[in-house]
């Protein structure tokens, strides 16, 4: 295959892919992605859910935070270059095509304080679900079943510095 031929196939597969974005957007289909929380303001990175393989595991996920965070500071917020990826709170949307659902993986901060113990259904505090609210309007999960849970990843630089109260009990394995 020659060069030409080889540049013809790859014009004509972003050319299908941006075809297929155009057409997710129009259809305002569901997202996964990355999302902080900074200094009051929800900012996300995602992408539409069929762009994206599933892994072996059968989940999609998107890109990792630290990729996010360095790509949004560089494009929007030069002044937050000093700041690393984990100091706010943040969290993940991915989605199980086994089980054919949204799984939204939240910072300990964006939970409720009182919730100690992890829970079948975990409990957000009305300002985080006010918050929670605008991260499936961006990521057009609105009327999409969506399971929160806690991640052990996702600790803030707040998080960190609570790290010993009893909230985090059970993730140390107290």
């Not at 057409?23 to 762009?51: M, N, S, W």
């Not at 393989?53 to 999609?60: A, T, V, Y």
């Not at 960190?160 to 009990?169: A, E, I, Q, V």
Request: charged share 35%; hydrophobic share 30%.
């Amino acid at each position: 295959m020659g060069n030409q031929e080889r540049d013809r196939e790859v014009i004509e597969i972003i050319r299908d892919i941006e075809e297929r974005g155009r057409k997710l957007y129009e259809a305002q289909a569901p997202k996964i992605g990355v999302f902080y929380l900074v200094d009051g303001t929800v900012i996300c990175d995602g992408t539409y859910r069929d762009l994206i393989e599933p892994s072996s595991d059968g989940i999609r996920r998107w890109r990792s935070h630290e990729e996010c965070w360095r790509q949004l500071v560089q494009q929007f917020r030069k002044e937050y270059l000093d700041i690393d990826e984990y100091h706010y709170p943040r969290g993940r949307i991915n989605y199980s095509d086994d089980r054919k659902k949204y799984f939204a993986y939240l910072d300990w901060c964006l939970i409720d304080p009182d919730q100690v113990e992890p829970m079948p259904k975990i409990v957000l505090t009305s300002a985080n679900r006010a918050i929670f609210n605008q991260v499936l309007i961006e990521f057009n999960l609105t009327d999409q079943p969506v399971e929160i849970l806690p991640s052990i990843e996702y600790h803030c630089a707040k998080c960190r510095d609570d790290m010993w109260s009893p909230r985090y009990k059970w993730e140390r394995g107290d």
